[in-house]
């Protein structure tokens, strides 16, 4: 007699590279109650995204861009307007979309190994050995198989946010958002990361939305570079970046991108971000 | 080695400053018997087997009294921590009778339950239940929001969420709250002890 078997999909099939989202951004508009009163964080922000886009919005704090991914997270809801992946309207927060943050928000009572297993862990029709081996895939991918058995506390900030993204991408999710992942490490363990997730952008396909309030890392990573302004947040300028990749923080060409960014940004009455840098 | 040394040398003087002051006669000795009297007593106590049968009721008493106390009020601080409504009714009161020295329920525990096994458990029970309610809500209402989140978007909910994240991001203030509740505990124990000996002296 036959048995009956159960469909599950293998660690084959979720390791396969799926199709990437198309994101839509349709007049989103979200203020917040202060003690000076009402802030207007984002004003009828449109923006489309394509599918496997690499977009960095650049802006300075404050400026409502890490709102805006939030919203696209479906952690928050806007005042009005609406975000679309893929045509379905986003209302709650879900593993298609699946954010990295500045700080690296792991789980310190579970081990590498269990960090990156916590969403794998929430997908069903996977057996266990199919989440260890996804598991162990995506630490692997990130350079970090000797330490799945580390603790958090035992990690540098680099290889914390390397956890944090081996986590991010575990559940296989078709748009990956960021939220300054970088801005805390030091020069040179960026500079590595750079390299890192072009590669494992053009390895994995996602649609990438990338916050940062650095310029010259925007135009390094992003496929286009969109301008915030603060009070009201809103975008108001757009820079493709046509370089091929993997691009180098440090090349020359990059260097007359961000300088062109740069300028514009000033234009727009933002030179406490440039300051920053 | 030297520290050892250094620590049994003060309670050597220690026993000789004591052995001095009952030899000096100023206290009666009912009041002050010599350290060797109190040595032979727990010596005497220990071969006839009566210490280690006290000592047995007491972790007994103690631990019973324990258990129910974290059983209790585990899921009480984290109802208090979740609903507002339980944190302005029980959250208050926890709050008002953990200041309450647990000897205070001595004479309504001889009340309600006389002089029974009942009544000190009751008193080890209050002694521990509100520090565990107070240490489980404030663990559960530090959590960093970004756990929430982040397992938020990894589809965590509810329950998930309650025993995956939350419980173990708050589990080093319900360990010390712990720690504390079993201090409390110990020291109610020893307080039922005293009013135990009291009354059996008085012939009750």
């Known amino acids: 007699?036959?048995?009956?078997?159960?469909?599950?999909?293998?660690?084959?099939?979720?390791?396969?590279?799926?199709?990437?989202?198309k994101l839509a951004i349709n007049n989103v508009s979200k203020s917040f109650q202060s003690a000076s009163g009402k802030v207007l964080a984002l004003d009828r922000v449109s923006l489309n995204v394509a599918e496997a886009e690499f977009v960095c919005l650049v802006g300075a704090s404050g400026c409502g861009k890490s709102t805006l991914l939030n919203i696209i997270a479906g952690l928050e809801k806007p005042d009005s307007g609406e975000v679309l992946a893929d045509g379905k309207p986003v209302t709650a927060p879900g593993r298609e979309r699946l954010v990295m943050f500045q700080e690296p928000a792991l789980f310190p009572w579970l081990t590498v190994f269990g960090n990156v297993l916590f969403g794998l862990n929430l997908k069903p029709n996977l057996s266990r050995k199919d989440r260890h081996d996804v598991a162990k895939y995506y630490l692997e991918l990130v350079g970090l198989s000797r330490f799945e058995r580390a603790n958090i506390h035992e990690l540098s900030g680099g290889m914390k946010q390397r956890v944090s993204l081996a986590r991010a991408l575990a559940p296989n999710p078709r748009v990956l958002l960021m939220d300054e992942p970088f801005a805390a490490l030091d020069a040179l363990t960026r500079e590595q990361l750079y390299g890192d997730i072009q590669e494992i952008w053009k390895a994995r396909r996602k649609t990438i939305v990338f916050v940062t309030h650095n310029v010259r890392e925007g135009a390094c990573l992003g496929d286009r570079v969109l301008l915030f302004s603060p009070h009201p947040g809103r975008i108001q300028e757009e820079f493709a970046v046509e370089l091929p990749r993997p691009r180098d923080i440090n090349s020359v060409d990059l260097a007359a991108y961000a300088t062109r960014i740069t300028k514009a940004l000033k234009r727009i009455g933002q030179a406490e971000a440039v300051a920053a840098e | 080695m030297k520290r050892l040394l250094l620590a049994a040398g003060f309670f050597v003087v220690l026993l000789l400053l004591w052995d001095a002051a009952f030899r000096a006669r100023i206290w009666s000795p009912v009041?002050?018997?010599?350290?060797w009297q109190v040595a032979s007593y727990l010596?005497?106590?220990?071969?006839?087997?009566?210490?280690a049968g006290a000592t047995l009721i007491t972790m007994r008493r103690l631990l019973a009294g324990y258990f129910i106390g974290?059983?209790?009020?585990l899921p009480l601080g984290l109802l208090t921590a979740r609903w507002k409504l339980f944190r302005d009714t029980i959250g208050t009161m926890a709050l008002g009778l953990q200041t309450l020295p647990s000897v205070c329920w001595v004479p309504l525990a001889l009340?309600?339950?006389g002089q029974t096994e009942a009544a000190m458990l009751f008193v080890v029970v209050m002694g521990t239940l509100w520090s565990v309610v107070i240490a489980t809500e404030t663990g559960v209402r530090n959590v960093p929001p970004i756990y929430r989140r982040?397992?938020?978007?990894m589809g965590s909910k509810r329950l998930h969420m309650w025993f995956k994240v939350i419980l173990?991001?708050?589990l080093p203030f319900i360990v010390s709250g712990m720690k504390q509740g079993w201090a409390f505990a110990w020291r109610s124990g020893h307080r039922d002890h005293v009013r135990d000996r009291c009354h059996r002296f008085a012939g009750r």
């Not at chain 1, 007699?1 to 989202?21: C, D, G, H, K």
């Not at chain 2, 009041?31 to 350290?35: A, E, F, M, V």
């Not at chain 2, 982040?150 to 978007?153: G, S």
């Open chain 1, 1 to 21: 007699m036959r048995r009956a078997v159960r469909r599950r999909s293998s660690a084959t099939e979720e390791l396969e590279v799926i199709a990437p989202s």
């Open chain 2, 31 to 35: 009041l002050l018997p010599s350290p």
């Open chain 2, 43 to 51: 010596k005497n106590a220990a071969v006839d087997g009566t210490l």
């Open chain 2, 70 to 73: 974290l059983v209790v009020g």
């Open chain 2, 111 to 113: 009340l309600w339950f």
């Open chain 2, 150 to 153: 982040a397992a938020l978007t």
């Open chain 2, 168 to 170: 173990p991001a708050a």
